[in-house]
Nanobody
């Protein structure tokens, strides 16, 4: 059984920055080769924000390219999302999970972008 615990969400002004963290708790290391951050707003489906394969191979949805950076710690089971130049449309609950097939969802962390 895997458990994802997201943290770092907060209220931030437009143009601000946040770093989200995700701790993946499991006895298995294999499932973490490919991880991703997703986000969801009320009434909408979760969308893929960024994914990472291995230590450095990252991909981003077009709306966050150049602003967000996904990374992971050396061991590989803590995933980060550096978010810069945040805009109101980035406001959502952010989740981490395996990619491309998510498993059990954590509670997520709320990001609010407002002046």
């Amino acid at each position: 059984q895997v458990q994802f615990v997201e943290s770092g969400g907060a209220l931030v002004q437009p143009g601000g920055s946040l770093i989200l963290s995700c701790a993946a708790r499991t006895r298995s290391q294999d499932i973490f080769r490919m991880m991703a951050w997703y986000r969801q707003t009320p009434g909408n489906q979760r969308e893929l924000v960024a994914s990472i394969q291995g230590a450095f191979q990252a991909n981003y949805t077009d709306s966050v390219k150049g602003r967000f950076t996904i990374s992971r710690d050396a061991r590989g089971n803590i995933i980060y999302l550096q978010m810069n130049s945040l805009q109101p449309e980035d406001a959502a609950i952010y989740y981490c999970n395996t990619f491309p097939e998510p498993t059990v969802w954590g509670r997520g962390t709320q990001v609010t972008v407002s002046s």
